[in-house]
C-alpha cells in the first residue's frame, strides 16, 4: 500500500496536548495522530452515511415553508 503524505495547521493549544500525550506515551505525535484518526474514522463513516440516509429519505410532503416569526415579535 503506497502512503501519502499530509500537512496540518492545528491552534497551539491543540499542539500543546499532543506534546503532553506524546511525553506520556513516549509515542512522537505524528503517530498519535495517525492512530486517533484511524480510531476515530470507523464511527465518523458510519455517522455521515446515517446523516445523509436520513436527509435524501426527506420528501418535499415534510418540508414546510418559513414560519412567521414577525408575527410574534411585532405583537
Not at 512522537?28 to 495522530?33: A, C, D, F, M, R
Amino acid at each position: 500500500m503506497s502512503n501519502k503524505k499530509l500537512s496540518l495547521e492545528i491552534s497551539e493549544s491543540l499542539y500543546e496536548k499532543l506534546e503532553e500525550l506524546s511525553e506520556l506515551t513516549e509515542e512522537p505525535i505524528n503517530t498519535l495522530i495517525i492512530r486517533i484518526i484511524a480510531m476515530r474514522m470507523p464511527s465518523l463513516l458510519r455517522e455521515t452515511k446515517e446523516f445523509n440516509q436520513m436527509l435524501d429519505a426527506i420528501t418535499p410532503e415534510q418540508l414546510h415553508g418559513e414560519i412567521g416569526l414577525e408575527e410574534v415579535f411585532n405583537n
